[in-house]
């Protein structure tokens, strides 16, 4: 009997310390780096030039560029639209703790999909108008299921139970300045609590890759025979499209989806293909090589 409430003195006195102590001190830190911390300039970009989009994002990498489906999705988006911009490759986040962002007309601006939509009524360029409502939609809600649902089932694989191999097969070490051995240790407990607290973490792993499995032969349903998503022209959702699931497809970390795509979604593979031969003619001259 004592040794069991022994035990259950320890549980208590964990249970404590991680609920309590532990996140109250991150807290007091959180804070403490905020209140001690330079302010920050409004922009970083000083002698920025008008209507020309400065598009922050992560080093780049070789196989699949970039580790940000958002930023592929984002700069291939520009591509589509002729849009000039610039790249500015860094590690720094937004205010907003968010990467990819922009810097335009003076301005910060963060979130792909708050950027498209802020270009879209600037320069009057809607790829969305070439469909009906009821397809541009479609588009809409596949997005918001890959960027909210399918592509967070990635980030589970990749960060969650695999972040030594992600880290290897795109030899992040040797392209990104620092952090990187710290950066994986601590996310793969990172993405497992957050993916805990959103419900995701709560299933089985095969019953995630599941959902995303449905996700993505859902999508390949919808595209059918088409060129792209909604019809014969590219819209905002291929972008998205080419941005998310070429992660997977360029990735070769045993991706769940990647075989899903390769066996039962092959008109899905084709469009990522296609819209890189379209917006991407230099993607192997851009690739930094393997060292």
């Known amino acids: 009997?004592?040794?069991?409430?022994?035990?259950?003195?320890?549980?208590?006195?964990?249970?404590?310390?991680?609920?309590?102590a532990l996140p109250l001190g991150l807290a007091a830190f959180v804070v403490y780096r905020k209140v001690t911390k330079p302010p920050r300039e409004p922009i970083q970009k000083k002698d920025w030039?008008?209507?020309?989009?400065?598009?922050?994002?992560?080093?780049?990498?070789?196989?699949?560029?970039?580790?940000?489906?958002?930023?592929?999705?984002?700069?291939?988006?520009?591509?589509?639209?002729?849009?000039?911009?610039?790249?500015?490759?860094?590690?720094?986040?937004?205010?907003?703790?968010?990467?990819?962002?922009?810097?335009?007309?003076?301005?910060?601006?963060?979130?792909?999909?708050?950027?498209?939509?802020?270009?879209?009524?600037?320069?009057?360029?809607?790829?969305?108008?070439?469909y009906s409502k009821r397809e541009a939609g479609i588009g809409h809600t596949v997005i918001t299921m890959l960027e909210n649902h399918t592509t967070p089932t990635g980030f589970d694989y990749r960060y969650?139970?695999?972040?030594?191999?992600?880290?290897?097969?795109?030899?992040?070490?040797?392209?990104?300045?620092?952090?990187?051995?710290?950066?994986?240790?601590?996310?793969?407990y990172g993405t497992r609590f957050r993916s805990y607290l959103q419900g995701t973490g709560r299933h089985e792993l095969e019953e995630i890759w599941e959902f995303a499995?449905?996700?993505?032969?859902?999508?390949?349903?919808?595209?059918?025979?088409?060129?792209?998503?909604?019809?014969?022209?590219?819209?905002?959702?291929?972008?998205?499209?080419?941005?998310?699931?070429?992660q997977f497809l360029y990735i070769d970390i045993g991706f769940p989806q990647r075989e899903v795509l390769v066996k039962e979604?092959?008109?899905?593979?084709a469009l990522v293909e296609r819209m890189k031969e379209k917006f991407w003619p230099d993607w192997e001259e851009q690739l930094p090589k393997m060292k």
């Open 160 to 188: 969650g139970h695999h972040m030594p191999e992600f880290l290897e097969c795109l030899q992040v070490a040797k392209f990104y300045p620092s952090g990187v051995k710290m950066w994986g240790m601590i996310q793969p």
């Open 49 to 130: 030039k008008k209507d020309v989009v400065y598009l922050y994002q992560f080093p780049l990498l070789p196989k699949v560029r970039t580790i940000s489906p958002f930023a592929m999705k984002l700069e291939t988006w520009l591509r589509m639209n002729d849009i000039k911009y610039e790249n500015i490759f860094t590690l720094k986040f937004s205010r907003k703790g968010q990467i990819p962002y922009i810097e335009f007309n003076g301005e910060e601006i963060p979130d792909s999909n708050i950027i498209i939509s802020t270009l879209k009524k600037y320069f009057n360029k809607d790829p969305e108008d070439a």
């Open 213 to 246: 499995r449905k996700d993505l032969v859902a999508v390949s349903e919808i595209l059918g025979d088409k060129p792209f998503l909604l019809g014969d022209t590219p819209s905002t959702v291929d972008c998205a499209l080419f941005g998310h699931l070429a």
């Open 1 to 20: 009997l004592i040794h069991f409430y022994k035990r259950m003195l320890g549980f208590l006195s964990w249970t404590i310390w991680t609920f309590g």
């Open 265 to 269: 979604c092959s008109n899905l593979v």
